[in-house]
């Protein structure tokens, strides 16, 4: 028997997006409400080029455009840009202060 586990989310769930460095592992954490420019660089130096080629623009709606860009940055080829993107979000159910409750 093959037991599946998936969990929808919401974009307004969505905590941060991290990016990791494909060179050395190591993350930046940006807010989608706060971020403004991304880094060109991870902590460590290693160069993010966020102009690679990756043969796509969009001037069309912002819901036509997040699909399509998703399905292009899944791409491995996106990988010349040097970092992979991760999507946080709190596990669902889970509260901060519930763990207070207990003690
Ligand atoms: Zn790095």
């Known amino acids: 028997m093959t037991r599946e586990h998936r969990i929808a989310f919401s974009l307004s ?3 941060v997006v991290i990016f990791e460095c494909c060179t050395c592992k190591s993350r930046v954490a940006l807010s989608p409400d706060e971020a403004k420019e991304p880094p060109g660089r991870c902590p460590l130096g290693h160069e ?9 623009q969009s001037t069309r709606s912002p819901f036509i455009g997040f699909l399509l860009a998703l399905r292009k940055l899944r791409d491995p080829l996106c990988e010349r840009m040097g970092f992979r993107i991760f999507l946080e979000i709190s596990e669902p159910g889970f509260k901060a202060d519930s763990q207070q409750d207990n003690a």
């Open 48 to 56: 993010w080029d966020w102009n690679v080629d990756t043969n796509y």
């Open 13 to 15: 769930e969505l905590n």
